[in-house]
C-alpha cells in the first residue's frame, strides 16, 4: 500500500461542492435539509440502483413508492405483483430478495443501523449495507461502487487494473471517509463520478479535487482505472412459443423461481444453450416462424431467440402454461426480453382486435 499522499482537506472540499452541486434524485435528502433520509427509501433505491443506471431507476423508483410507501406496504404486497412492477427493470433475484428483506425488516419494526446488522438481510452486501449505514443512518462507513473507485485510482495514480485493485481502492476510500457528514460524503463521491469523474473525458479543469490528483498530474486520468479486457461473451439460443387462442387470449407461462427471469411471466420455452436450440413445443399446432429472432444480452452472454406462432382452437389444452386473455394481458409486465419477443409476434397474428 502507499503512502496516503492526499491532504486531509478532501473531505471538506468535497462536501462543500456537493452543499452546492448535489443531483437531485427522487430518493436523496438535499443537503441542508432538516430532514432525516428515509431508510426504506435508501434501501430501495440502493437496491434497484445494482447494476443498473440512475436514469433507469427513477421511474421505477416513483412508481414503487408511490404504490408501495412504505416497507409495512411493500411487505404485504403479492410477490406477482411486485414482479410485474420490476418488470423490464433487470436482474430479477433483486425484487424477489428485496420482498423477503422488506417482510423481515417489517416484522422486526425497523432497519439494523449498523452494517453487520444490514449485511445479514436478504440482497444486502457489503457495498449496499455500507450506503444504507452511512445515508441514512449517518454512520462512518466507506462506500465504494464504480464510480468511487474511479475517483480514487485517479486520486491516487493507481495503475493496476481492476478487479484486482479493487483492495487497494476500498483501503484508500477508507483512510478519506469523515466522521461526520459520512452520508453525504459518499453522495458526493458518486456525484463526482458521474459528472466530472466521467469514465471518458473527465472535466478536470471544474473538479474540486483537481489539485491533489495524482492522475491529472501525470496526465493520465482519462486512462484510469485500468481494466483487464473482457472475454468476448458466449452467444446462448433458445426457443420461444407464443400461442394465441381463437378468442385472442395467449398462452403465458411462470419461469422457475430461481435463475434468470425467475418468477416471472414469459412465453413458453426451454433452457437456453450454446449451439442448436432445441425444445418441443407446449401444445400440438401447426407452429411457423415469426421470421426474426429476439436478441437481447445479460450479463455473461448474448441470447437468440427463435421465435414461433401458432393460432390454435378455442377448446385448446396447453401442456404447460395458461392462456390469458387480451384483456388482461399487460405486455409492459413482461421482462425486457420477452417484450422483445411480443413486439416481433404480435404483428404476425390475425386475431388482434381485443389487443
Known amino acids: 500500500m502507499r503512502d496516503d499522499t492526499v491532504p486531509p482537506l478532501i473531505a471538506p472540499r468535497l462536501l462543500a461542492w456537493y452543499d452546492r452541486h448535489a443531483r437531485m434524485l427522487p430518493w436523496r435528502v438535499p443537503p441542508g435539509s432538516d430532514a432525516a433520509p428515509d431508510p426504506y427509501r435508501v434501501w430501495l433505491s440502493e437496491v434497484m440502483l445494482q447494476q443498473t443506471t440512475v436514469a433507469a431507476v427513477k421511474g421505477y423508483f416513483e412508481r414503487f413508492t408511490a404504490r408501495w410507501p412504505d416497507v409495512a406496504a411493500l411487505a404485504a404486497a403479492d410477490e406477482a405483483e411486485v414482479m410485474a412492477a420490476w418488470a423490464g427493470l433487470g436482474y430479477y433475484a433483486r425484487a424477489r430478495n428485496m420482498l423477503k428483506c422488506a417482510r423481515i425488516v417489517a416484522a422486526r419494526g425497523g432497519f439494523p443501523r449498523d452494517r453487520a446488522g444490514?449485511?445479514?438481510?436478504?440482497?444486502?452486501?457489503?457495498?449496499?449495507?455500507?450506503?444504507?449505514?452511512?445515508i441514512?443512518?449517518?454512520?462512518?462507513?466507506?462506500?465504494?461502487?464504480?464510480?468511487v473507485e474511479r475517483v480514487m485510482a485517479r486520486l491516487h495514480a493507481v495503475r493496476k487494473p481492476l478487479p484486482a485493485a479493487k483492495p487497494e481502492l476500498v483501503a484508500l476510500a477508507g483512510r478519506l471517509t469523515p466522521a461526520a457528514r459520512a452520508g453525504d460524503y459518499a453522495q458526493a463521491l458518486m456525484d463526482l463520478g458521474a459528472t466530472i469523474c466521467t469514465p471518458r473525458?473527465?472535466?478536470?479543469?471544474?473538479?474540486?479535487?483537481?489539485?491533489d490528483c495524482a492522475a491529472r498530474v501525470a496526465g493520465v486520468a482519462a486512462d484510469l482505472p485500468a481494466k483487464v479486457a473482457k472475454a468476448a461473451k458466449p452467444v446462448r439460443r433458445g426457443i420461444v412459443y407464443v400461442a394465441q387462442r381463437a378468442d385472442g387470449a395467449l398462452l403465458l407461462e411462470r419461469r422457475p423461481p430461481k435463475g434468470l427471469l425467475g418468477?416471472?411471466?414469459?412465453?413458453?420455452?426451454?433452457?437456453?444453450?450454446?449451439?442448436?436450440?432445441?425444445?418441443?413445443?407446449p401444445l400440438a399446432a401447426t407452429w411457423t416462424p415469426a421470421g426474426a429472432e429476439a436478441r437481447h444480452t445479460f450479463t455473461h452472454f448474448h441470447l437468440r431467440l427463435?421465435?414461433?406462432?401458432?393460432?390454435?382452437?378455442?377448446?385448446?389444452?396447453?401442456?404447460?402454461?395458461?392462456?390469458?386473455?387480451?384483456?388482461e394481458f399487460d405486455p409492459g409486465a413482461l421482462p425486457t426480453v420477452m417484450r422483445k419477443v411480443w413486439s416481433i409476434a404480435r404483428p404476425a397474428l390475425t386475431v388482434r382486435d381485443a389487443l
Not at 201 to 211: D, E
Not at 306 to 316: K, N, S
Open 118 to 134: 444490514l449485511q445479514e438481510l436478504p440482497g444486502i452486501g457489503p457495498y449496499t449495507a455500507a450506503a444504507i449505514a452511512a
Open 136 to 147: 441514512a443512518f449517518g454512520a462512518r462507513a466507506t462506500v465504494v461502487d464504480g464510480n
Open 201 to 211: 473525458a473527465p472535466a478536470c479543469g471544474i473538479c474540486p479535487l483537481a489539485a
Open 263 to 281: 418468477g416471472m411471466l414469459g412465453w413458453p420455452g426451454g433452457a437456453w444453450r450454446e449451439g442448436v436450440a432445441e425444445e418441443a413445443p
Open 306 to 327: 427463435t421465435v414461433m406462432l401458432a393460432q390454435v382452437p378455442q377448446d385448446t389444452r396447453p401442456e404447460r402454461g395458461a392462456f390469458i386473455h387480451s384483456r
